[in-house]
């Protein structure tokens, strides 16, 4: 089992020292640099638009899930005042 797990962490760093040792002078092609940087980039945008869309409204408070009579109340966000202890 170690010795999968110790291939599987070495594996990308002798795939880039084969490719460093295969071609010293050449970079990788623009192609892949401009689509990893794409792809990059739409990733962190995602990542901004939805932590403001998953975002609460100010003044709102978050209730966790609870047991109530015998049944689970799901979790909610609710104004700030209303929440039960």
């Known amino acids: ?3 999968a797990e110790i291939i599987m962490l070495a ?3 002798v795939v880039f020292v084969a490719w460093r040792l295969m071609a010293p002078e050449a970079g990788p092609p623009k192609v892949l640099v401009i689509a990893v940087t794409a792809a990059v980039t739409v990733m962190a ?3 901004v638009v ?3 869309e998953d ?3 100010p003044g709102t408070l978050y ?3 609870r047991l109530e009579n015998g049944r689970i109340v799901p979790s909610q966000v609710v104004p700030n ?3 039960k202890p």
């Open 81 to 83: 005042g209303t929440a």
């Open 45 to 47: 945008i995602m990542l």
């Open 11 to 13: 594996l990308p760093f």
């Open 1 to 3: 089992m170690r010795f």
């Open 63 to 65: 209730e966790p899930a």
């Open 50 to 52: 939805l932590w403001y």
């Open 55 to 57: 975002a609460s409204p």
